[in-house]
């Protein structure tokens, strides 16, 4: 499909970016992109609260923020902290009059009324997680069955972990109690979400193997899935996995219980959120696919990521859908995360450069 640049001249004068190198962003015809709030730290994940109010963590400024549009032009009215004081906050999800929190060393929840902009106390510790270590996010979403879902990355590139919450993904209670292991072998699965029944993951493979081995991964999830880590990886979608004899901890037999893949893209380009689009603004053709964004290599020759791809879940075909964080070789942007926001637009944090864009058709 034919791309053309529709980042707006009014958009780049409210991110602040006269007198600099603005990215040229480019989605698919009859899309507008635009900005939809800035000047963050590190905005990171979002959540869209059950009124629209959008909610972002920011870790390096340990905050949670929220974000209303209430007159409805498509740019955030303001920014008011809704909780301060939180260890690297990442991963946000509403659930049954709840705000949840996975900070980097475990969840905590906020009671929530519809509307609120200020936590209105301090927030309750559901459970603990190993905290720091190689990759420090932590992602917390909602299933079909009210039952929460906690992805944690390993501690290392790869390594046999000591502690079994690393590089799984666990199944809790909503008050985090009864926890247990729901997938197992992701070695950073940071994007998390549920569409169709199915628990559908993002993760970054291993480093260290050149430029193009392993390719990044999306995954199906299943209670009691095995991906792989760190024995095995996918090197076509679909396919077998291919023993990690550069580990070498097990036997190549290991991999044939890992679950591949159903969709791959390119070494180290690090894909994190992930959204389903289940608006009604978006052309049919868009509806019920997969949008990831990819962060962007930071140890590959020449770079790779710096994008959001369109994944079909179904034939697992990865396509362009918004490009031009990256010129030539030369950084403008890094995406982190998508939510769909109650207007039907498609929200994109870019903690590259501290604003939160927005993504809308507009028609041909």
Request: proline share 6%; hydrophobic share 35%; with cysteine.
């Amino acid at each position: 499909m034919q791309k053309r640049m529709l980042v707006v001249a009014g958009a780049l004068a409210l991110a602040g970016l006269a007198g600099a190198q603005a990215p040229d962003l480019k989605a698919p015809d009859g899309f507008k992109v635009s900005v939809f709030a800035e000047g963050f730290k590190q905005p990171r994940f979002m959540a869209v609260a059950p009124n629209g109010d959008v909610f972002v963590s920011d870790p390096q400024a340990g905050t949670v923020t929220v974000l209303p549009d209430q007159d409805g032009n498509g740019v955030a009215d303001g920014k008011t902290v809704f909780a301060s004081g939180l260890n690297r906050p990442h991963g946000l999800a509403f659930q049954g009059g709840f705000l949840y929190v996975a900070n980097t060393d475990g969840v905590v929840r906020f009671a929530y009324k519809a509307g609120q902009t200020k936590a209105g106390g301090a927030p309750q510790k559901l459970l603990s997680l190993p905290a720091g270590g190689g990759h420090w996010t932590r992602t917390v979403t909602f299933g079909p069955d009210g039952k929460m879902y906690v992805a944690t990355g390993s501690s290392c590139n790869v390594c046999e972990e000591s502690n079994s919450h690393r590089a799984s993904v666990w199944v809790y209670d909503a008050d985090g109690s009864n926890g247990k292991p729901y997938a197992t072998g992701l070695r950073n699965p940071v994007g998390l979400e549920w569409f169709g029944g199915t628990l559908y993951a993002t993760n970054n493979g291993r480093d260290l193997l050149g430029d193009n081995i392993p390719p990044e991964g999306f995954y199906k999830l299943r209670a009691g899935g095995f991906y792989g880590w760190p024995y095995c990886y996918t090197t076509e979608a679909g396919q077998p996995q291919v023993w990690d004899k550069d580990f070498g901890k097990k036997s190549a037999a290991t991999c044939q219980d890992a679950t591949p893949a159903f969709a791959l893209t390119t070494a180290h380009s690090a894909p994190l959120g992930l959204a389903f689009y289940d608006g009604k603004t978006f052309p049919a053709a868009y509806r019920g696919q997969m949008f990831a964004a990819l962060h962007g290599s930071w140890n590959r020759s020449t770079k790779s990521g710096y994008k959001v791809v369109q994944v079909n879940p179904q034939t697992g075909q990865v396509t362009d859908f918004l490009t031009g964080f990256l010129s030539g070789q030369r950084t403008l942007g890094r995406p982190v995360d998508l939510v769909v926001a109650q207007d039907g637009a498609l929200l994109l944090t870019d903690d590259g450069e501290g604003r939160i864009w927005r993504v809308q058709y507009v028609g041909k």
